[in-house]
């Protein structure tokens, strides 16, 4: 067992969508003793942070120098949740990719393990590339063939780990398609739920992508849409216990449509739907997946035992206490 209250904690990417998620969680166990680390740069993710309780706070850049100047550097660290990291699918340049998600990575997994502090990384169901059933964890990493450069280093980490012989020692977090508060920052990346209900506000529809193949109807191509909220709290599981080590799939172990995610949102509307459907751009149909679903027998395995939320109680809670109000995780301590 892993007691986190013993020693700092460290949360890379804490200004992001699932490290604020994180934070959150955190606090909400009783812990703030928390050094956040971050690029701020020019966006609005800051806000993220505004309602939530940590001890410090450090620009990645800095983070960085100071573990590399000194082996005593933050000897106080006791866990870190490394969720750093450039997570745009679209991204093209692939030095900027593998200098942040693949170097910065080995730079802190290192560092941690030397210290023996518990480390925990994001990595990505993007590794799995166009596998269309749900993969378990222990598939040979040499198999998985990712779609864009953005799973390739996330994929590469993974298989630098593996054969450095510290992926039994560290925990690689294979998040879904993570969905709820605090993402709003995220741009293109946000997940469907929050485009959509934007959709909704400005034309009272949503917009999703014709299916490309016969054996997918349009609107029925297939996502595991998790939570964020179970995503933390099955990652400060992980941290935890001994046995969550590895890589391990976070999702909801459920497969839903695209039109099931519609008719959701509509719902927690109180509206009745109007879907429309465009082609898909030529330059996306071949790294295109149409059915995701995460393996979580690992996880289950480990002794997680929390319910998941379903999709429509997850885009109820997201659209009706957040999207609709402009709260973001925190605020729901916060009196009027």
Known sequence: MNDLSKGRILVTGGAGFIGSALIWELNRRGFDDILVSDVLGRDEKWKNL????????????ELRKSLESSENAFSDLKTIFHLGACSATTETD??????????????????????????????????????????PETLPLTMLRPLNMYGY??????????????????TGLKYFNVYGPNEHHKGDM??????????IRQTNSITLFKSHRPDYADGEQRRDF???????????FLAEHVDGCGLFNLG???????????NALYKALSLEPEIKFIDMPEALRPKYQYF???????????????????????????????????????????RP
Request: proline fraction near 1%; avoid cysteine; hydrophobic fraction near 45%.
């Open 153 to 170: 280093s996330k994929h590469l980490f993974d298989r630098y780990a593996q054969e450095a012989g510290i992926l039994p020692r560290i």
């Open 94 to 135: 692939a030095t900027y990719l593998i200098r942040n998600n693949f170097e910065y990575t080995k730079m802190l997994a290192h560092a941690a393990v030397a210290r023996q502090t518990r480390f925990l990384y994001a990595s990505s169901a993007a590794t799995y590339g166009s596998l269309e059933e749900a993969v």
């Open 252 to 262: 909801s172990g459920k497969s839903h449509t695209w039109l099931d995610m519609a």
């Open 50 to 61: 505004v309602a939530l309780k940590f001890a410090d706070y450090i620009e990645a850049d």
């Open 190 to 199: 946000r997940s469907m739920v929050h485009k959509a209900f934007h959709q």
């Open 292 to 334: 995701t679903r995460a393996d979580v027998r690992k996880l289950r395995a480990a002794g997680f035992t929390e319910v998941f939320t379903p999709l429509e109680a997850g885009v109820a809670d997201y659209v009706q206490n957040y999207l609709t109000t402009g709260k973001y995780l925190g605020d729901e301590a916060v």
């Open 226 to 236: 998790f939570y964020v909220k179970n995503a933390v709290a099955a990652t400060i």
